[in-house]
Structures are given as C-alpha cells and as structure tokens.
C-alpha cells in the first residue's frame, strides 16, 4: 500500500464520519487499522494527510491510533 493509497482510504474515512460527528475518531482508527503498514514501511502521517488534503494538525490524532494499535483490536 502507497502513501496516497493511504491518504484516499483516510479521506473516505473522515468523510464518512462527517454525519455522525466521529471524524477524530475515524482518524485515530485509521491509525489503529494501519499502523503495521505506516510503521514497516516508514511512512510519514503529515505527508499522508498531504495527500488526503487534510490538516497536518492531524498527524497527531493518528500517531494516537498508532500508539493504540499495541492494545486494541478492530471489531
């Protein structure tokens, strides 16, 4: 998976959360959901957002998620 490939499946994601008011969550669940992918292949979040056009503020939430990725799993 590219960065851009990345960076359309976390837009998708945002976008979908816009109605429920969920979208930091979405964020911080992309990063769970992904983090093996960013990490073993050294992938920056702030150019991921880069490519989605999204805040580079973001790239904290994300970091969150992939911190998170060590305790949870998705349902």
Do not use: C, W
Not at 12 to 17: D, F, G, H, N, V
Not at 34 to 56: Q, S, T, W
């Amino acid at each position: 998976m590219t960065e851009l490939e990345l960076a359309n499946e976390l837009k998708k994601m945002y976008e979908r959360a816009l109605p429920t008011k969920e979208q930091t969550t979405m964020i911080h669940l992309f990063g769970i959901m992904y983090a093996k992918v960013i990490r073993d292949n050294g992938f920056i979040p702030r150019n991921i957002l880069k490519y989605a056009d999204m805040p580079e503020s973001y790239q904290v939430e994300i970091n969150k998620g992939i911190k998170l990725a060590k305790y949870v799993a998705v349902k």
